[in-house]
Each structure stands twice: as structure tokens, then as C-alpha cells.
């Protein structure tokens, strides 16, 4: 029974690397808004965790389950106890080393201050998300991004229109939704969403940021900035109060949080295959300069 319980934990790394993920790219805390993601290991991320190992299991070993009896803090992860089982009791258990927010499950224990310093790709969704940029692109970067924060007005307003007057033929950059902050950024995505409706998308989505302190303090602002750019502003309220939009808004956060996202902006770049983006993990608003030299190494590599 050994050797398919070490076969089934190969597997579960191989599915670390490509599912899971924590950082490839990180820079200073001032650059990055914080998602309040939990500090310590709770159940509901243990069951979560479970449920996804028992998910690659049972794709070729259905008669084999696995469960979390135990965890302890160790260092900045949690030690925990992997059990595999079958009717017939415990097969196999194991200590593995797992982050608080679930995001990397290891065999061993790893330095993660080193492991941000190393390149991790995975492989992002781009949903049916609205784009910037070349629709055939050679390059997609995946923007996780949150109306409430400040580092991605920054990223909207000066970083990304430089990198679209570049790389505007060669790059798609895809926005999606990561409601760090609660309600208030639900609503904002809720409300971009509706404004899409009647066409303004990204109309709206630059009022947002570009007037982020005055809607923040008064959310009324966002009907005004409705009635700014045209909308029926009737059917904008009506949109927003029905939450048709929440479940799509939703389905990008719970998204982002399996790629490991914790704090906005959060990037994937890298080359497209199909409706995935194989992308390098990049947290935080980078300068011109810095995505720049990121893109065309994935131009290089594409090329």
C-alpha cells in the first residue's frame, strides 16, 4: 500500500504546482492591497483542502480517501497529519506542511521567503472577462484587481495606458474581479457590470478609479457618474438592486483565491492557450518599467 500512497502524494505536488500557488513575485507591502485573508489555519480551509485532495484521488484511486486529523504551527505554515483510508481503516499517514490559507500543500517543509523568490507559473482562467489590448494577443496578463484599492487606481490610471500605447497589438490584458474589501467592492463590481450593459464598461470601470475616494465615501457618487456617461440610470439602479451580477463577481474572487491571490492588484502574465493564461505570478502595482521587461520576456519566449 505504500507505493500508491507515495504515487497518489507525487501527484498531489504535480497538482500543487499547477492548481494551487502562493508567489513567484512579490515586492513591498506598499505596493500590494491586503484581502484580510485569514491568519490562522480554520476548519473551513482544512475541509476545503480536503475536499480537493480527495478530488485528485479519486480520479484513479476511487476506493482510496484522504483526511486532515491533525495540524500544529510550524514556522510560518502549519504542520499537518494526511491520512489515507479505505473501509478497511488508515492505509498510510503522513506530515505534510501546509500554508494558512490553503494555497500550497508540501511533502516538506519549505522557506516560502525563498520560494517567492523563485518563478511559478499556473495556469488562470481568462473567463469571459472584458479586455484591453490585441484580442489574438501573443501576451495575456490576467489582472485580479479590487475598485477600493488604491495600488489598482494607480496600476489603471498610470501603469496601464503606457503599457497599451506599447504593446497594444501584442498584449490582452484581462480584468477581474477581487472584492477584497467587502461590500463596498462587491458594489462597484456589480455596478461596472451593469454599466456594461448599456456599453460603458470601461467607461466606468476609469470613473471608478479615477474619482476612488469620492464614491468610496459617498456610494451614491456611482449613480452619478450613471448619469455622466449616458446610462439609463433607471435600469442601472434596477441592475444593481437585483445582484444579478453578484454570482459572476463572486465566481472571479473564489477564482483568484485558488490561484493563490491574497492582495490586489494581482497579475498573471504569460502566453495563452486557449481560454488559460500559463502566467507568472506578479503581486502589486509594478511601474511601466518593470511589466515592460516581464512583457517581453514572454514576448521572447512566444516568439
Not at 497538482?15 to 485569514?38: D, H, K, M, R, W
Not at 476548519?43 to 475536499?51: F, R
Not at 504593446?167 to 462587491?186: A, N, Q, T, W
Request: charged fraction near 25%.
Amino acid at each position: 500500500m505504500r507505493d500508491l500512497a507515495v504515487g497518489v502524494v507525487i501527484g498531489l505536488i504535480i497538482g500543487a504546482i499547477a492548481v494551487y500557488a502562493f508567489t513567484a513575485l512579490q515586492p513591498s507591502g506598499e505596493e500590494v492591497c491586503p484581502a484580510n485573508p485569514p491568519e490562522s489555519l480554520d476548519q473551513k480551509t482544512l475541509e476545503s483542502v480536503s475536499k480537493k485532495l480527495n478530488n485528485l484521488i479519486h480520479q484513479n484511486n476511487p476506493d482510496v480517501s484522504v483526511r486532515i486529523s491533525d495540524y500544529s504551527p510550524y514556522g510560518e505554515v502549519y504542520r499537518v497529519k494526511v491520512e489515507f483510508y479505505n473501509d478497511n481503516g488508515t492505509l498510510e499517514s503522513y506530515d505534510m506542511f501546509l500554508t494558512a490559507n490553503g494555497s500550497l500543500l508540501f511533502t516538506n517543509y519549505v522557506d516560502l521567503t525563498k520560494l517567492s523568490e523563485e518563478e511559478v507559473r499556473i495556469n488562470v482562467s481568462i473567463d469571459d472577462d472584458p479586455f484591453k489590448g490585441a484580442e489574438d494577443a501573443k501576451v495575456v496578463i490576467v489582472e485580479f484587481s479590487n475598485y477600493a484599492c488604491g495600488h489598482c487606481a494607480d496600476f489603471a490610471i498610470e501603469t496601464e495606458p503606457k503599457i497599451l500605447e506599447k504593446y497594444g497589438d501584442k498584449v490582452k490584458i484581462v480584468f477581474r474581479d477581487f472584492p477584497g474589501f467587502g461590500e463596498i467592492s462587491y458594489f462597484a463590481a456589480e455596478a461596472a457590470n451593469c454599466a456594461g450593459e448599456q456599453g460603458k464598461y470601461w467607461e466606468f470601470h476609469d470613473l471608478l478609479f479615477e474619482n476612488q475616494r469620492e464614491w468610496i465615501s459617498n456610494n451614491s457618487k456611482i449613480y452619478d457618474y450613471a448619469e455622466q456617461l449616458g446610462l439609463n440610470v433607471d435600469e442601472f439602479k434596477a441592475c444593481i438592486e437585483s445582484g444579478k451580477y453578484r454570482e459572476e463577481v463572486d465566481k472571479d474572487y473564489k477564482d483568484g483565491i485558488s490561484y493563490g491571490v491574497t492582495g490586489t492588484p494581482t497579475f498573471f502574465i504569460g502566453t495563452p492557450n486557449g481560454t488559460f493564461v500559463n502566467g507568472k505570478k506578479v503581486a502589486g502595482a509594478l511601474n511601466f518599467e518593470q511589466f515592460a521587461a516581464l512583457i517581453e520576456q514572454e514576448l521572447q519566449q512566444a516568439s
